[in-house]
């Protein structure tokens, strides 16, 4: 079964560094999402991705924050300065089709800032 | 109001045992409805969609009333995998505006 996968599991980074996190949605589809979760709190949606640009992004997602789709494959998340609250899972989901009601989910990156 | 209520938990139930989940949201607008579960430090996992007329996927049945803006969750029979946290979850745009709301999760854990 297809699936959606990300890279790396695990980052370890200082405050302040740049991060770029990676996934590689489910080959057919058409809808990008990150999701963060902070531990012990609720999946938070970041930001949405269609057709080369953002459909929509939440507070959260501010001028740190930035993705892209740099080749037909990847599916990439920066933060640009990172903040220690900015520790959390990242999960990168995809959906195939406007009609479609299910997002797959990414195993998941743990981002640790120091 | 929060976005996506559910019960706080957590559950401790035995194997065997019938336990029920709700969930209540605040956009009447929502489009689409869930229930995932989530292992601990794993990503969330689609158990079902909700809809209106119900619906049943072997041990698990789920319910939506759109004019009380509930949902539930009715595991039956209860195995020690089920021990999970299940997240509430609603889709409140559509199309490009998709998103998924989630609730804070109920912690189940089922003892032998």
């Known amino acids: 079964e297809p699936e959606v996968t990300q890279t790396p599991s695990h980052q370890v980074t200082q405050m302040g560094q740049e991060v770029i996190l990676r996934c590689v949605p489910i080959s057919n589809h058409l809808y990008f999402y990150w999701y963060r979760q902070i531990l012990g709190q609720k999946v938070e949606f970041l930001v949405s991705?269609?057709?080369?640009?953002?459909?929509?992004k939440s507070e959260i997602f501010d001028d740190q924050f930035s993705v892209e789709r740099p080749d037909g494959s990847n599916f990439t998340l920066k933060i640009r300065s990172t903040k220690l609250e900015d520790s959390a899972m990242y999960f990168c989901?995809?959906?195939?089709?406007?009609?479609?009601?299910?997002?797959?989910f990414g195993p998941g990156t743990r981002l640790t800032v120091l | 109001r929060k976005e996506v209520e559910q019960d706080p938990g957590p559950f401790n139930v035995p194997e065997g045992a019938t336990v029920a989940f709700n969930c209540t949201y605040s956009?009447?607008?929502?489009?689409?409805f869930f229930w995932y579960r989530q292992d601990c430090r794993k990503e969330p996992k689609l158990l079902m969609s909700v809809y209106s007329s119900g619906n049943e996927d072997g041990r698990f049945t789920a319910q939506l009333n759109r004019a009380s803006q509930y949902i539930s969750l009715l595991i039956r029979d209860s195995k020690l995998s089920d021990s999970a946290t299940y997240l509430c979850v609603v889709n409140m745009g559509g199309g490009s505006n998709y998103k998924l709301t989630f609730g804070k999760g109920t912690l189940l854990t089922v003892n032998p």
């Open positions: 956009n009447s607008a929502s489009q689409s």
């Open positions: 991705f269609y057709n080369n640009e953002i459909s929509e």
């Open positions: 989901a995809s959906r195939e089709l406007a009609a479609t009601d299910t997002q797959y």
